[in-house]
């Protein structure tokens, strides 16, 4: 099967009031576009490309190690229907996303794609307005439409996770965000033999890695590219910033340590700093 995908990253983001855009702004230490992307990616088959299409006010820029060819589309105020339309036109299938909606899964996704065979699918936010978050189905059948995100007579298809349907359009709607997606985080760690005392309480962002047999004391926040070896002991409320730990560590509690390396079986006493910001 050859589909491709188009995000449409079109909030103005005044609910924000800020200079950065809904869609750079970080969630688990990259922006809420990214994860779109990375999930685009993890589909199977994955998409042939994928289109975002965005104001012209509101640049955008994405990491170069992306899964797929991705090409971004400025569009001036005014001139999004026609642009949204040329984007899906197309004869191949087609994945149309709201680019506000991080927490898509790729069993959802896929979901999408067989529903829409022969017809249109679409995915709703669940609230009294129904917005909807995702719609699939040939482009030329949601290029007719009205509005290609909201085509008519389309199949309703399910969520696989209510926190899927997380639409991030202000700040508070990103903490819920950061809420689910930290605890997704926590549960794949898990699954691969690392323990949180209280999980609810640690932040770990998306590009972590822990070894086996690590345990993560309350209170601990992991950022950026960290890699922590196995059979290490990260104690209460340290924070670790883009840096290396190795195995058989122990953190004893409150350390800061960012931007460095920790040799195998060291133990830093508690408040013990290492690195530079």
Request: charged share 20%.
């Amino acid at each position: 099967m050859t589909w491709s995908a188009v995000i449409a990253a079109l909030d103005s983001g005044d609910t924000f009031h800020s200079t950065v855009s809904v869609y750079l702004h970080p969630l688990a230490g990259r922006p809420i576009l990214w994860h779109i992307v990375r999930t685009l990616g993890d589909v199977s088959p994955p998409p042939s490309q994928i289109r975002i299409v965005h104001h012209v006010a509101t640049p955008l820029s994405l990491p170069d190690e992306q899964p797929v060819p991705v090409m971004t589309e400025p569009v001036a105020k005014g001139g999004e229907l026609l642009a949204l339309r040329a984007a899906v036109t197309s004869s191949e299938p087609k994945v149309l996303l709201d680019g506000a909606v991080p927490l898509l899964t790729t069993s959802t996704i896929s979901r999408l794609l067989r529903a829409s065979d022969g017809s249109i699918a679409v995915l709703l936010d669940g609230q009294e307005d129904a917005t909807p978050l995702a719609v699939a189905g040939e482009g030329p059948a949601l290029a007719s439409a009205d509005d290609p995100r909201r085509p008519s007579g389309a199949v309703r298809i399910a969520a696989t996770s209510r926190d899927e349907l997380i639409r991030v359009c202000d700040r508070h709607s990103l903490a819920e965000a950061g809420v689910a997606i930290r605890d997704r985080l926590v549960r794949w760690h898990e699954a691969s033999g690392v323990s949180f005392v209280l999980p609810a309480t640690s932040w770990v962002d998306a590009d972590v890695t822990i070894g086996v047999d690590t345990v993560i004391y309350p209170g601990a926040v992991i950022e950026g590219r960290t890699e922590i070896g196995a059979e290490c002991v990260i104690g209460p409320h340290c924070h670790i910033v883009e840096s290396t730990i190795g195995r058989g560590v122990e953190l004893k509690g409150w350390n800061y340590v960012t931007r460095t390396a920790i040799r195998n079986q060291a133990v830093l006493e508690p408040h013990v700093k290492r690195g530079l910001d």
